[in-house]
């Protein structure tokens, strides 16, 4: 069965550090998002991206924060600075149809911010 | 904004227990989904409906868009069934605002 695939599984990085988390969608997908969850809490959307461009972003995704799709295959989310609070799980997502289509979620990528 | 409320927060069951968790939210959606997560934390797709009532295995799931109300109701619970349920609908375009789950515990 087709998967998004999400690398690393667990960083733990010093705050203002860069960080990449990189995801693989499902090949034929079109619609690609990053959603996190602070340990505890609800799931939250960060961004959508449709077409090699943003379709949607939250308050969250601040200019600390960019995605891209570099190659046609891997799809990145990129934290440029960490903060504390960007200590969370990220979880990338993927699916054929914008409003009709099942959503598939990677496992998450634990991000730890010290 | 599209207000996502869960219940129970939690819910303990006997193996073999029918258990239900109910999803209500506040405006007008294309369609409605239930998630279930891991005790590692990985989110799996149970269900998107946008009406009537679906059923995979022992899993069936309910919506009535008039009520704003959906249900996920589990027949024959198992241990294996324990993880969070959690409800999610779309606001204004495909993003998803997410309940804050309901975590089920199956005992043998």
């Known amino acids: 069965e087709p998967e998004v695939t999400q690398t690393p599984s667990h960083q733990v990085t010093q705050m203002g550090q860069e960080v990449i988390l990189r995801c693989v969608p499902i090949s034929n997908h079109l619609y690609f998002y990053w959603y996190r969850q602070i340990l505890g809490q609800k799931v939250e959307f960060l961004v959508s991206f449709y077409n090699n461009e943003i379709s949607e972003k939250s308050e969250i995704f601040d200019d600390q924060f960019s995605v891209e799709r570099p190659d046609g295959s891997n799809f990145t989310l990129k934290i440029r600075s960490t903060k504390l609070e960007d200590s969370a799980m990220y979880f990338c997502a993927s699916n054929k149809e914008q409003f009709t289509g099942e959503l598939f979620f990677g496992e998450g990528s634990r991000l730890t911010v010290l | 904004k599209n207000e996502v409320e869960q219940s129970p927060q939690n819910l303990t069951a006997q193996e073999g227990e029918f258990i239900t968790i109910n999803c209500s939210y506040s405006?007008?959606?294309?369609?409605l989904h239930w998630l279930q997560q891991h005790p590692g934390g990985g989110i799996v797709s149970l269900f998107m409906?946008?009406?009537g009532k679906k059923k995979h295995g022992r899993l069936i799931a309910t919506i009535n868009i008039q009520e704003k109300h959906s249900s996920l109701h589990i027949t024959a619970s198992h241990p294996r069934d324990s993880a969070v349920y959690i409800c999610?609908?779309?606001?204004?375009?495909?993003?998803?605002?997410f309940g804050t789950g309901t975590r089920l515990q199956v005992f043998p």
């Open positions: 999610a609908v779309p606001y204004n375009t495909d993003k998803l605002i």
């Open positions: 409906l946008s009406s």
């Open positions: 405006v007008g959606i294309s369609a």
